[in-house]
């Protein structure tokens, strides 16, 4: 895409790597989340609300700067699979500390209680749009 920006293609990254690779707070585990997924369909791409077109773009940017990388699906020729590198796989665990880091800042600040709700309002208007 012309006039992409370093900037604009690390927001990118973490965008995906974070909608992609990352569980609502409560749902996480220790691991950093699936290291090999399905190549995304156009299923895929409706649910995080970009064209499908875009989120080949991302995936491709997200491969050139090592953060992902296909791989043929050995049970379907027609498909790819995507799997975090290193690189991926550290960007996931700083991503989920950082959102971490704000949840627990926001709690302290309005209370265990109302961040719950706030939370919940915001997932529910996210599965909305």
Known sequence: MPGVTTASAFASTSWVLSKWWTAPRGMQSAS??????????RCEAYRLRISKQALNYLLGELERLDYLERRPDPDDLRSKR???????TSAVRVIREAVGEVETAWAQQIGPERFTQLRNLLLELNQLA
Do not use: E, K, Y
């Not at 950093?32 to 369909?41: E, Q, R």
């Not at 995507?82 to 991926?88: E, K, Q, S, V, Y």
């Open 32 to 41: 950093p989340g699936p290291t090999s997924v399905d190549m995304p369909s």
């Open 82 to 88: 995507i799997a975090l590198t290193r690189r991926g």
